[in-house]
């Protein structure tokens, strides 16, 4: 976590946000049923494709949590913020007693909605500064002159840096005093765990691990590596359908990544042994010996990166899949960790990683055997 100058508040990737958010929001609920005070609007900055977005959507799924959207850039009228009016007649026989009324819009929740829930307005500054001025009592308030957000619902912006990078109306001292603000920052090791947990492509998660640095942030983002990812895991043979691949990694990233993933497909790296080879113990032998492939670089080095891409994949599968690990798997796993392919430094790691997951993941790292082996390097 950091502190910039040029950012929003604190500098946080998705898991450190995702936590502190959830903080708020608890404590906002509290707060709210005890003393009837709404909370302060919280708003998130960071570039396109970062995963702004998706975080809130998934926050308010996983916590079962209502959810409504709006993108304030859409809007051309203030009627589209505060509703269009209406004649109401309460009595049709007497003259003279028709009053106007605002329905509100149909983004806003309903006045018996009530919460949990999060309202989150998307690409707050890319509204014009009309909607923008607009936007300021219901961020003050939770109400418009027409309608009140019902109770137990919070505020959530999110925004692009007004750096010059990107096509947005600034916004005023009085309108960012009014929220708490985070800037939700890129975190190479952050995304792939979340990559791995929401079921994208292992090759492509794979090939992340060995090319971190190919995550530009321009055209290729988070957001369009999960577009591709998504498109290329019914595949079963990325060589065969190579023609079919290289069209879907242009249409979705960058000239020069699209280019190091094909290469990276034709190359054996794309054979790389899978966490599930590792942990069963019918398919570890002929894994183990594959592993001894792999390792042999030219004039004797070994191949750290596959090596490394390898170990990386299998953390992250125990993370996800630590329950299900039992003791036919701690003994390949173990075989594994003191493989004599792995150099010491990548095996000290290693072992950190897993002793880290604790459960019986931890328990197998315990192993006298295991131990010495990890303890030979130092």
């Keep these: 976590m950091g502190i910039s100058t040029e950012a929003y508040g604190a500098e946080l990737d998705a898991f450190t946000l995702d936590r502190i958010l959830a903080h708020i929001f608890r404590t906002n609920l509290a707060s ?14 960071g570039s396109h494709g970062i995963g702004k977005t998706s975080l809130i959507k998934d926050l308010a799924h996983r916590n079962g949590w209502k959810f409504r959207y709006c993108s304030p850039a859409q809007f ?7 509703g269009l009016p209406v004649t109401h007649d309460p009595d049709p026989t007497v003259h003279g007693d028709e009053t106007t009324i605002y329905l509100p819009p149909d983004w806003v929740p309903k006045a018996d909605d009530t919460g949990p829930g999060i309202l989150l307005l998307d690409d707050i500054n890319r509204a014009d500064d009309r909607i923008l001025r607009g936007l300021m009592q219901l961020l003050q308030e939770f109400e418009m002159f027409s309608w009140t957000l019902p109770s137990k619902w919070q505020i959530v912006c999110t925004g692009n840096p007004d750096s010059g990078d990107y096509s947005v109306t600034t916004m005023d001292e009085a309108m960012l005093t009014r929220m708490l603000h ?22 492509g998660i794979a090939f992340l691990m060995t090319y971190p640095e190919t995550v530009s942030g ?40 699209a280019t ?84 010491g430094d990548l095996r000290f790691s290693l072992h950190r990683e897993l002793a880290l997951i604790g459960g019986r993941v931890a328990i197998a790292m315990r192993r006298e055997d295991v131990a010495k082996a990890v303890t030979a390097v130092l």
């Design 32 to 45: 709210e049923s005890n003393t009837g005070q709404r909370p302060t609007p919280i708003c998130i900055w």
């Design 218 to 257: 321009h055209r290729t983002t988070p957001r369009s590596l999960e577009q591709f990812l998504k498109q290329i895991i019914g595949i079963a043979d990325l060589r065969k359908e190579l023609e079919l691949v290289s069209a879907l990694a242009h249409s979705a990233l960058d000239q020069a990544t």
């Design 76 to 82: 051309e009228e203030m009627g589209d913020l505060h």
């Design 260 to 343: 190091a993933f094909i290469a990276f497909v034709n190359d054996e790296l794309s054979e790389l042994i899978n966490p599930e080879d590792v942990l069963d113990p019918a398919r570890w032998p002929e894994a183990s010996q594959r592993l001894v492939v792999l390792a042999r670089g030219a004039e004797q080095t070994k191949r750290v990166d596959r090596l490394s891409t390898i170990c990386n994949r299998l953390v992250l599968h125990l993370k996800r899949n630590a329950q299900q690990f039992d003791d036919r798997s701690s003994d390949c796993l173990c075989e594994f960790v003191m493989h004599s392919s792995l150099p």
């Design 182 to 203: 985070f800037t939700m920052v890129y975190n190479h090791k952050a995304w792939l765990a979340w990559a791995n947990d929401h079921g994208l492509d292992q090759r």
